[in-house]
């Protein structure tokens, strides 16, 4: 009797991520996991599996370090202002290229872009980012096609979203790649995310 593994996601944390970047994905994906036949693993993993306090002062303990995270389907970076320091890290890129080789997919939240750009990820390729960093992103690759408009850029096997909350909106449209719009849809309800913002 054979046994197909669990899909499994994994989303990189690191000294000053921004919360929501790590947090809203993280929220629909974990309850995708409740729902969904496919039991997809999510884990939470930083470069060497110590706690990370990110942005604004949330400490979060991942489950495993880079070294121990094991095959993924599916790797989510994160943004925020520890980006910058990343896409100048070539331990850094070197990790995030030799993910690429073995990851069927790879997705950024808002400036989580970046390090995907100055590994050479994105070259070429339609990608959009926090609205205030686009120049940035042009900068660190300027053969990158950055798109100012949308909230996800969903260009096979790399997806980058917009700033913050959007990566809530990518999250979703993972799922439904993923499984099925149905499945997302009931995650949507799960999580009762129905954007009506009051200002």
Same mark, same amino acid.
């Given at each position: 009797?054979?046994?197909?593994? /669990?899909?499994?996601?994994? @989303? ?21 996991? +409740? @729902? ?21 002062? !949330? ?10 995270? =094991?095959?993924?389907?599916?790797? @989510? #970076?994160?943004?925020? +202002? ?9 331990? #850094?890129?070197?990790?995030?290229? +030799? ?5 069927? !997919? ?5 400036? =989580?872009?970046? /390090? ?20 940035? !992103? ?17 260009? =096979? ?15 979703? #449209? ?17 999580? +009762?995310?129905?954007?009506?913002? /009051?200002?």
């Amino acid at each position: 009797m054979t046994t197909v593994p /669990p899909m499994r996601v994994g @989303i990189f944390v690191f000294e000053d991520a921004e919360e929501l970047d790590v947090v809203g994905p993280y929220d629909v994906l974990a309850a995708w996991a +409740q @729902i969904s036949e496919l039991r997809p693993e999510v884990v939470l993993f930083s470069t060497d599996g110590a706690g990370v306090r990110l942005a604004k002062g !949330l400490k979060i303990v991942p489950d495993c370090a880079t070294a121990e995270v =094991g095959p993924l389907h599916v790797l @989510i #970076h994160p943004g925020g +202002q520890g980006t910058r320091r990343l896409a100048l890290d070539s331990d #850094h890129l070197a990790w995030l290229r +030799q993910m690429r080789r073995s990851t069927p !997919l790879i997705a950024s939240v808002c400036t =989580g872009a970046l /390090p995907l750009a100055a590994a050479g990820l994105l070259a070429g390729r339609p990608a959009t980012t926090y609205w205030d960093a686009f120049d940035e !992103l042009a900068r660190l690759d300027p053969s990158v096609l950055v798109d100012t408009d949308a909230r996800f850029v969903d260009d =096979g096997d790399v997806v980058t979203s917009a700033g913050v909350s959007a990566g809530i909106d990518m999250a979703l #449209h993972l799922v439904a790649r993923l499984e099925t719009v149905t499945v997302a849809r009931a995650v949507k309800r799960a999580i +009762q995310y129905e954007p009506e913002p /009051p200002v």
